[in-house]
């Protein structure tokens, strides 16, 4: 890994509250790598309970950048969505950030994320 972007799903950051080795490995080498790794607002909101439970998850948060579902976001994801006629708004963000950044998605349900890409449309992602 060099100089890219890693966008994070609800499923890596959970993954990565409940220390799970991959996940963590994963990160390390990002982070030694100097990647740059984003996290949607929604896929926060998703997993964020705040307290002790999410202080290691403040933690990557404070080193990572974000994402944030404004006005124009949301009718992206929006039209994402309808397009493919899918219900998960978190799975639709990740998606678009993921896309716009040209970045590797870090999701635990790859087959979710990549039934919300379109022809033409290329999206790396990564299993955890």
Known sequence: MTGGTFVLD???LIAFERFDD???????????????ILIPSSALAQ???GGPRSARLARLIA???SDSLDES?????????????????VDAHVVCCALEQGAM????DPDDVKTLTGPGER??????
């Open 47 to 49: 997993v964020w309970r």
């Open 123 to 128: 999206l790396t992602v990564v299993s955890v």
């Open 22 to 36: 991959r996940v963590d490995a994963f990160l390390e080498e990002a982070v030694e790598g100097e990647e740059e």
């Open 73 to 89: 976001r949301a009718k992206e994801v929006g039209e994402r969505l309808g397009e493919r006629e899918k219900v998960d708004i």
């Open 63 to 65: 080193g990572s950048g």
């Open 10 to 12: 609800a499923g890596a």
């Open 105 to 108: 998605l870090v999701t635990s």
